[in-house]
Nanobody, 129 residues
Framework: EVQLVESGGGLVQAGGSLRLSCAAS????????IGWFRQAPGKEREGVSC??????VYADSVKGRFTISSDNAKNTVWLLMNSLKPEDTADYFC????????????????????????WGQGTQVTVSS
């Protein structure tokens, strides 16, 4: 059974940092792309950052502030979020899809994530001003 479990969300003041984790199981981790997506109330889901064997991509809104990383031995992907802004407030989801179907990565990561097959339950991030 495929499982993606996010953790690390919470309430933080603007300018602060959080590190989200996505623990994966049930599939061959190093053959998959993992993406972080977020959805704010009343808004469409959007891609934040993705990672696969070809590299990493970031939404323009988070470049220079967020860093995605992974550890194949731990089947885990992290999203380190620095210099958080109130507009980063959203539910954050990690998602997985076979790397073969996530090419080009920047394209599939920039949408709402319809290419991604598996999704976690999400973790809430709230940034206060």
């Amino acid at each position: 059974e495929v499982q993606l479990v996010e953790s690390g969300g919470g309430l933080v003041q603007a300018g602060g940092s959080l590190r989200l984790s996505c623990a994966a199981s049930g599939f061959t981790f190093d053959r998959y792309a993992i993406g972080w997506f977020r959805q704010a109330p009343g808004k469409e889901r959007e891609g934040v950052s993705c990672i696969s064997d070809v590299g990493t991509v970031y939404a323009d809104s988070v470049k220079g502030r967020f860093t995605i990383s992974s550890d194949n031995a731990k089947n885990t992907v992290w999203l380190l979020m620095n210099s958080l802004k109130p507009e980063d407030t959203a539910d954050y989801f990690c998602a997985a899809a076979p790397a073969l179907v996530t090419s080009p990565l920047n394209l599939v990561c920039s949408g709402t994530g319809e290419t991604f097959h598996y999704w976690g339950q999400g973790t809430q991030v709230t940034v206060s001003s």
